[in-house]
Nanobody, 117 residues
């Protein structure tokens, strides 16, 4: 069965960095685009970044462009989200997703990121 397991969340001060990882299993990872969403308390879920199956096409939300970097290692079945210059408004639960035809068909359990002094 498809499994997406996120790790790397935590508490960080404003201006700091975190690297999220998502280990995928149960499907041929290299055939699927992957993405990260986030959801803050009381807010709608937001698409943060998407990466194509081979990594050649990447898109970011305007709110994170220039600060976050999505990448993948198809040999390790892992997708990453490097987050720099973190702001309090980046506080949210971050979810790893598998994309199918432009839509999310599987979600991980999420990892909490808290940006606070």
């Amino acid at each position: 069965q498809v499994q997406l397991v996120e790790s790397g969340g935590g508490l960080v001060q404003p201006g700091g960095s975190l690297r999220l990882s998502c280990a995928a299993s149960g499907f041929t990872f290299s055939r699927y685009a992957m993405s990260w969403h986030r959801q803050a308390p009381g807010k709608e879920r937001e698409l943060v970044a998407v990466i194509s199956s081979a990594g050649g096409s990447i898109n970011y939300a305007d709110t994170v462009k220039g600060r976050f970097t999505i990448s993948r290692d198809n040999a390790k079945n892992t997708v990453y989200l490097q987050m720099n210059s973190l702001k309090p408004e980046d506080t949210a639960v971050y979810y790893c997703n598998r994309q199918m035809g432009g839509y999310v068909d599987y979600w991980g359990q999420g990892t909490q990121v808290t940006v606070s002094s």
